[in-house]
């Protein structure tokens, strides 16, 4: 019973620390020298000083910057703009109408971008005048931009796909091509939501906008050639094992940089507003990660991991009860933690008792993710929604609302991954072989 009295200490102190105001990263340094100091003879400087050099110095961690430097620059393009005028001839005639722009646009953004946030923004900032000004339903154009927009937490190059890759030490590539199929998968339920819902409610959807011819619809995907082109490579470079996932991540700036620069958006002004934001990103991610590496190896100090994954072991607790309670365990700690913050502060416990029941981590990785993705549109602490409150002036309840039945689809797709986990699994292998 010893190490439920640490966990129950531990995370008290931590959630203490975290609702007076201090930073994340901050919180869990904290909790580490406090529980090397009281619970083992280790010199807490050396320790924490040595791995926050050895976290931060990590050749791995160098993908997460590129890909959010890129994610930055494609956020200063007129992607938005070209990705509203590129999908709506193909998608205008579906039953739901143009509000399938906000499904198939944050899909595809999320390929090149990363964060849920700027995909929701992207997206954001183009479709809701134009569906607005269309008369859509706001119900089902925020809903479902808040819900697609958690696309870009599990689509590669996932910035919380790349954190992950390294708090549990495993291949970043074979994570990207996880996510692929799942990210796919999830996109197609959103869009059926909004074919059966704009069935139900026909009389809510705005009368049908004009019919394009094929050449029409041709000449409008001229629009889209550029980020296919983009997404192809990076995910193509990777999946052939042509070029890791820090070397695509470089492709990926070189390309956001030409695409900026024909699309006439590249100016010194941007150039730096890009690279300052990346900056700032990377930073806070990368100072939470050497928080959450100076926990990790603290509670490895204290034996609190291994002896909690021996008490578990001893419950005798199946598979997916494991599963369900951490379900619940993180949709909980999603109301009040980012998705980041979420994976980083936990995996230091989670992962000796995944290992220890015999998952495979790079599935895990995946439904994780789809777990945290809920977190992005649940109150009060759901990044997207405060993206869109900003955007649309409408108020939290009202698009966590909106959001609720996505939200509802993230769990059936939680259900599904882990009834057939091939779905996440049968890239990363196919992969394997091909570099094999």
């Known amino acids: 019973m010893t190490e439920i009295y640490l966990t129950i200490f531990f995370i008290s102190l931590l959630l203490f620390l975290l609702g007076s105001g201090i930073w994340v990263a901050l919180s869990m340094i904290a909790v580490s020298a406090i529980g090397m100091l009281l619970f083992t003879t280790r010199p807490v400087g050396d320790a924490m000083a040595t791995t926050i050099w050895g976290t931060s110095s990590s050749w791995t961690l160098t993908a997460l910057p590129l890909f959010v430097w890129m994610g930055e620059i494609l956020f200063r393009t007129k992607l938005s703009e070209n990705l509203f005028k590129g999908l709506s001839p193909w998608l205008s005639k579906l039953p739901g109408g143009l509000v399938h722009v906000n499904v198939v646009g944050c899909a595809l953004f999320a390929a090149i971008s990363g964060s849920s946030a700027a995909t929701v923004a992207t997206v954001g900032k183009m479709s809701i005048p134009e569906l607005r000004k269309r008369k859509y339903p706001e119900k089902l ?98 999946y052939t094992g042509i070029a890791t996932a820090t070397e695509a991540a470089s492709l990926g700036v070189v390309g956001a940089l030409i695409l900026s620069f024909f699309q006439g958006t590249l100016s010194k002004e941007t150039f730096n507003l890009s690279l300052l934001g990346a900056t700032k990103t990377s ?154």
């Open 141 to 238: 154009l925020l809903g479902t931009l808040a819900g697609s927009g958690t696309l870009g937490l599990l689509i590669p190059p996932s910035i919380i796909l790349i954190i992950y890759g390294v708090t549990i030490e495993d291949s970043i590539a074979k994570l990207f091509m996880a996510g692929i199929l799942p990210g796919i998968m999830l996109a197609v339920m959103f869009m059926l939501y909004v074919i059966f819902w704009s069935i139900l409610n026909k009389k809510l959807m705005p009368k049908s906008t004009k019919n394009f011819s094929f050449v029409e619809k041709v000449q409008g995907s001229k629009q889209l050639l550029p980020v296919i082109f983009l997404i192809t490579s990076i995910i193509g470079s990777i």
């Open 283 to 436: 930073c806070m991610i990368a100072f939470i990660i050497a928080g959450s590496t100076f926990l990790s190896l603290a509670m490895g100090f204290t034996g609190l991991p291994r002896n909690l994954a021996i008490w578990i072991d001893g419950m005798n607790l199946s598979p997916y009860t494991l599963l369900f309670v951490l379900t619940i365990f993180y949709i909980i700690l999603g109301m009040f933690l980012d998705g980041i913050s979420a994976v980083v502060l936990t995996m230091a416990i989670i992962e000796p008792m995944i290992r220890q029941a015999g998952f495979d981590m790079i599935w895990f990785g995946i439904y994780l993710v789809i777990v945290v993705e809920m977190a992005q549109i649940t109150p009060p602490v759901g990044f997207n929604l405060f993206v869109l409150q900003s955007m649309a002036n409408k108020d939290m309840a009202f698009i966590a609302k909106s959001a609720f039945p996505l939200f509802l689809l993230m769990i059936l797709a939680v259900i599904i991954v882990i009834i057939f986990p091939e779905i996440a699994l049968w890239l990363p292998n196919k992969m394997s072989a091909n570099i094999n």
